[in-house]
Structures are given as structure tokens and as C-alpha cells.
Nanobody, 127 residues
Framework: VQLQASGGGLVQAGGSLRLSCATS????????MAWFRQAPGKEREFVAA????????SHADSVKGRFAISRDNFKNTVYLQMNNLKPEDTAVYYC?????????????????????WGQGTQVTVSS
């Protein structure tokens, strides 16, 4: 399985971006998929995840109500819609896959459970 993240860029505070994570070589609908981010000088943090199969989602408290993860199984793509962006959202965003899906819902924010990672896409939010 390979992941290709895209959609990052420079946006003003209050603006929106949609990140995409295209998958190849696997069956997206069966995987747990997630977005993580890492800002300069900070540890990587969980942003959002979507379970394989039923598609239940989990979002970090810092992005609830502003970000939404979704999945298009026909396009083999996972999305992260980001609205009302803030300067503190500035980071490199990574998509990740749990293949085969082993993580229970409660463990979705744990980055160590994901075995495939994309290359990252930069999101910069100016104030």
C-alpha cells in the first residue's frame, strides 16, 4: 500500500483547505485511516481517523467542529476538510493507514498502530 498526500498550502486564518490522501495497492475501505500533523519543534499529534468498514470517525478535541475526515472508497481517497483554520494549525500533515486494520476505535489516535505513512503536505495558516 502506498499513500500520496496533497492539498496543502498557504491560507489566511479563517480560511479552508481540503487535504487528500490517495491510496494505491490496497483496499481502502477495509483500512483504518488517519491524519496526523507535526509542527516545527513539536511532537507529532493525532488529528482525525476513520475506521475501515463502517466508517466511524474520531477527531482530536483541538479540531472538533472545524475539521472533518471522510473517505471515498471508489476513488480510494481519504479527505480532511479543514475549515476556520487557525495559525496553530500550521504543520506538516501526514496520512496513515492501519493495514490490515487491527486498532479498536479507542486506539485510533495512537500513531504507533499505523504501518503505512504518506510523505506529508505542508499547511501554513497566516494570521
Amino acid at each position: 500500500v502506498q499513500l500520496q498526500a496533497s492539498g496543502g498550502g498557504l491560507v489566511q486564518a479563517g480560511g479552508s483547505l481540503r487535504l487528500s490522501c490517495a491510496t494505491s495497492g490496497g483496499t481502502l475501505r477495509t483500512y483504518n485511516m488517519a491524519w496526523f500533523r507535526q509542527a516545527p519543534g513539536k511532537e507529532r499529534e493525532f488529528v482525525a481517523a476513520i475506521r475501515g468498514g463502517g466508517g466511524s470517525t474520531s477527531h482530536a478535541d483541538s479540531v472538533k467542529g472545524r475539521f472533518a475526515i471522510s473517505r471515498d472508497n471508489f476513488k480510494n481517497t481519504v479527505y480532511l476538510q479543514m475549515n476556520n483554520l487557525k495559525p496553530e494549525d500550521t504543520a506538516v500533515y501526514y496520512c496513515a493507514a492501519d493495514t490490515p486494520p487491527t486498532a479498536p476505535y479507542s486506539a485510533l489516535p495512537n500513531g504507533r498502530l499505523y504501518d503505512v505513512w504518506g510523505q506529508g503536505t505542508q499547511v501554513t495558516v497566516s494570521s
